[in-house]
């Protein structure tokens, strides 16, 4: 603790496994200064020195081994390790302890004593390896074959390079778990079972849900623009932070600090942020996956947006011919038998059917099912919710075909202005009014809140007459072409990190934060080429520094070289 607050550097070992590289590199050098001892030879001082040690360490092992058993707060290390586990470790210790004795009493040749103990201890490592996750590695079509989503994303992306879809920065945001089974399962298991073992095959299976969802940091592999990465998860920001905790709820009852908030979005998010926090972040395509949605009567509701009605409200239905109309509907506080609302159905010849809407006896659960019912097929295109009581959500739609037994989902948009494009063992909804991820606004587009510059409208795309175009987009360099009518605000939102500079038509410029988390040049009028290229100080401090070190070992290499050689000559006998 005091290291972590105090020493440069040790704040970057916020995850426990990393503390394993200082142990790593300690366990290392020990190792080394134990063999060429023993290479040497130990003193009699080392001897007692050794087998004291060794003596302590086995006793603090086992008294911390029963400890930990009884009084760890962690209930799963309340246990004593199975019987093999511990068989392992007596195994262990015995062979040391019985060749510490032999070397130091018996006192064999040094150098086959350290020879031997390198060979014990790659065997050993060796077989602790054999356990290992790196050790089950599966075939390399577990990463680069591709799931059906990765290929909708990559497809869409394609299209948009191609010019046959509309532009955009087609950003991606996944909040999708790791809980669904992939739609393939029984074909892997058949075809993989009988080659991998139990855990390979398990390996093999959340690969293939890890690229359904972009996760850890597969969107780098594919190229897909994704909000999440190892920009959060990895090395954060205090901006990173400061932004996230905008919008990601903290647990219920909590108080977390800010610097909790540094892992991948996707493991923090359980639910959509707010539609001001999609536009804000550029977001294209959200990713999400099919565990919270339900079944009723053996229909399918999609539960991932919700509608509050609070004033008469007009939802647009997608065309199908069907017989009624399914909703699932929330109403806590309501009784059963309550008019919730009045809905009415209307299509191309008119009204479909006028319905008063109240709540069932399953009222005191999370949601429940009403089914709109009407004679013949029809393919009702508008709903009107006119409500009658504070407190009703509209929940989920699907329109029912009840002699052709099918359905098609309706879309409950809420807030957001989603369009469900891909439905497989996730779900990909298409956002059809993004935000860009680089657009232009006058000054007073930007506004000054608690000394930090803001967008007044997230959603903004620039004014009529001015214009942003992405020219070379590369992960280290930028260019845009900016036509200004007015002096304004260049907004990207790429993440405002240290290192990049900023160049309006050659000229050096100031990019400022807006928005805690981005990037906004100002912009005089005209037009103006502006290039963002990423030159960070410290890897040229780095490259510097590399350079002064090669250069100060080759002298000295040198230097030794010619000193060896004038001793070797003045060695040799004059004639």
Same mark, same amino acid.
């Given at each position: 603790?005091?290291?972590?607050?105090?020493?440069?550097?040790?704040?970057?070992?916020?995850?426990?496994?990393?503390? &394993?590289?200082?142990?790593? @590199?300690?366990?290392?050098?020990?190792?080394?200064?134990?063999?060429?001892?023993?290479?040497?030879?130990?003193?009699?001082?080392?001897?007692?020195?050794?087998?004291?040690?060794?003596?302590?360490?086995?006793?603090?092992?086992?008294?911390?081994?029963?400890?930990?058993?009884?009084?760890?707060?962690?209930?799963?290390?309340?246990?004593?390790?199975? !019987?093999?586990?511990?068989?392992?470790?007596?195994?262990?210790?015995?062979?040391?302890?019985?060749?510490?004795?032999?070397?130091?009493?018996?006192?064999?040749?040094?150098?086959?004593?350290?020879?031997?103990?390198?060979?014990?201890?790659?065997?050993?490592?060796?077989?602790?390896?054999?356990?290992?996750?790196?050790?089950?590695?599966?075939?390399?079509?577990?990463?680069?074959?591709?799931?059906?989503? !990765?290929?909708?994303?990559?497809?869409?992306?394609?299209?948009?390079?191609?010019?046959?879809?509309?532009?955009?920065?087609?950003?991606?945001?996944?909040?999708?778990?790791?809980?669904?089974?992939?739609?393939?399962? $029984?074909?892997?298991?058949?075809?993989?079972?009988?080659?991998?073992?139990?855990?390979?095959? +398990?390996?093999?299976?959340?690969?293939?849900?890890?690229?359904?969802?972009?996760?850890? =940091? &597969?969107?780098?592999?594919?190229?897909?623009?994704?909000?999440?990465? +190892?920009?959060?998860?990895? @090395?954060?920001?205090?901006?990173?932070?400061?932004?996230?905790?905008?919008?990601?709820?903290?647990?219920?009852?909590?108080?977390? =600090?800010?610097?909790?908030?540094?892992?991948?979005?996707?493991?923090?998010?359980?639910?959509?942020?707010?539609?001001?926090?999609?536009?804000?972040?550029?977001?294209?395509?959200?990713?999400?996956?099919?565990?919270?949605?339900?079944?009723?009567? =053996?229909?399918?509701?999609?539960?991932?947006?919700?509608?509050?009605?609070?004033?008469?409200?007009?939802?647009?239905?997608?065309?199908?011919?069907?017989?009624?109309?399914?909703?699932?509907?929330?109403?806590?506080?309501?009784?059963?038998?309550?008019?919730?609302?009045?809905?009415?159905?209307?299509?191309?010849?008119?009204?479909?059917? !006028?319905?008063?809407?109240?709540?069932?006896?399953?009222?005191?659960?999370? +949601?429940?099912?009403?089914?709109? =019912?009407?004679?013949?097929?029809?393919?009702?295109?508008?709903?009107?919710?006119?409500? !009658?009581?504070?407190?009703?959500?509209?929940?989920?739609?699907?329109?029912?075909? #009840?002699?052709?037994?099918?359905?098609?989902?309706?879309?409950?948009?809420? #807030?957001?202005?989603?369009?469900?494009?891909?439905?497989?063992?996730?779900?990909?909804?298409?956002?059809?009014? $993004?935000?860009?991820?680089?657009?232009?606004?006058?000054?007073?587009?930007?506004?000054?809140?608690?000394?930090? &510059?803001?967008?007044?409208?997230?959603?903004?795309?620039?004014?009529?007459?001015?214009?942003?175009?992405?020219?070379?987009?590369?992960?280290?360099? &930028?260019?845009?072409?900016?036509?200004?009518?007015?002096?304004?605000?260049?907004?990207?939102?790429?993440?405002?990190?240290?290192?990049?500079?900023?160049?309006?038509?050659?000229?050096?410029?100031?990019?400022?934060?807006?928005?805690?988390?981005?990037?906004?040049?100002?912009?005089?009028?005209?037009?103006?080429?502006?290039?963002?290229? +990423? #030159?960070?100080?410290?890897?040229?401090?780095?490259?510097?520094?590399?350079? @002064?070190?090669?250069?100060?070992?080759?002298?000295?290499?040198?230097?030794?070289?010619?000193?060896?050689?004038?001793?070797?000559?003045?060695?040799?006998?004059?004639?």
């Amino acid at each position: 603790s005091v290291l972590y607050r105090i020493m440069p550097g040790f704040d970057l070992f916020r995850a426990q496994a990393r503390w &394993l590289i200082m142990l790593s @590199l300690g366990a290392a050098l020990a190792t080394g200064l134990g063999v060429h001892m023993l290479w040497e030879g130990p003193s009699s001082w080392h001897r007692h020195f050794w087998l004291i040690g060794w003596t302590v360490l086995i006793v603090a092992f086992v008294g911390a081994l029963l400890l930990g058993a009884r009084f760890s707060p962690e209930a799963e290390y309340r246990n004593v390790p199975a !019987t093999s586990v511990v068989a392992g470790w007596v195994a262990a210790f015995a062979v040391v302890t019985a060749g510490m004795l032999l070397v130091f009493f018996r006192r064999p040749p040094t150098q086959l004593a350290a020879a031997g103990a390198c060979a014990l201890l790659c065997i050993e490592l060796l077989a602790a390896s054999q356990f290992q996750p790196y050790a089950r590695a599966s075939d390399d079509a577990a990463l680069t074959s591709l799931q059906p989503s !990765t290929a909708h994303l990559l497809a869409g992306q394609a299209l948009r390079a191609a010019g046959k879809a509309p532009p955009g920065s087609g950003r991606i945001l996944s909040i999708s778990g790791l809980l669904f089974d992939p739609g393939d399962l $029984p074909e892997q298991t058949l075809i993989y079972g009988p080659q991998l073992s139990k855990d390979e095959l +398990y390996d093999r299976i959340v690969a293939t849900k890890q690229k359904e969802v972009l996760s850890p =940091n &597969l969107s780098v592999y594919y190229r897909l623009p994704d909000v999440d990465g +190892y920009d959060g998860g990895l @090395l954060p920001l205090r901006n990173y932070t400061d932004f996230v905790k905008q919008f990601v709820p903290a647990p219920a009852g909590q108080s977390v =600090n800010p610097t909790e908030y540094d892992g991948r979005l996707r493991e923090m998010l359980t639910r959509v942020p707010a539609n001001d926090w999609l536009q804000r972040m550029a977001v294209k395509y959200l990713i999400t996956d099919k565990t919270h949605d339900i079944f009723i009567d =053996n229909v399918y509701y999609d539960m991932q947006f919700s509608q509050p009605l609070s004033d008469v409200t007009h939802i647009p239905l997608n065309p199908f011919p069907a017989t009624s109309l399914g909703v699932v509907l929330s109403a806590p506080g309501s009784h059963a038998g309550d008019l919730l609302f009045n809905a009415t159905l209307t299509d191309t010849a008119g009204v479909v059917g !006028t319905y008063p809407v109240r709540a069932t006896r399953d009222v005191t659960g999370s +949601y429940f099912g009403v089914r709109l =019912n009407w004679a013949g097929r029809r393919s009702p295109g508008e709903l009107i919710i006119t409500p !009658t009581v504070s407190g009703v959500s509209l929940l989920a739609m699907t329109s029912i075909d #009840q002699p052709g037994n099918a359905f098609q989902t309706q879309p409950v948009r809420g #807030q957001y202005d989603m369009r469900l494009v891909y439905s497989g063992d996730v779900k990909i909804y298409a956002n059809q009014r $993004p935000a860009p991820r680089a657009f232009f606004t006058p000054q007073d587009g930007l506004k000054v809140v608690d000394d930090q &510059l803001h967008v007044v409208a997230p959603d903004a795309k620039g004014i009529s007459s001015g214009q942003v175009t992405i020219g070379t987009d590369e992960p280290e360099r &930028l260019v845009l072409t900016v036509v200004a009518p007015v002096a304004g605000w260049l907004v990207v939102r790429d993440a405002y990190y240290p290192g990049w500079v900023a160049r309006i038509d050659g000229r050096v410029t100031s990019i400022d934060l807006v928005d805690t988390m981005f990037r906004a040049v100002p912009v005089p009028a005209g037009n103006h080429t502006i290039t963002f290229t +990423y #030159q960070p100080v410290s890897v040229q401090i780095g490259e510097a520094l590399s350079a @002064l070190g090669m250069a100060v070992w080759l002298s000295a290499l040198v230097l030794a070289i010619v000193q060896r050689a004038h001793s070797a000559a003045s060695k040799t006998p004059h004639e």
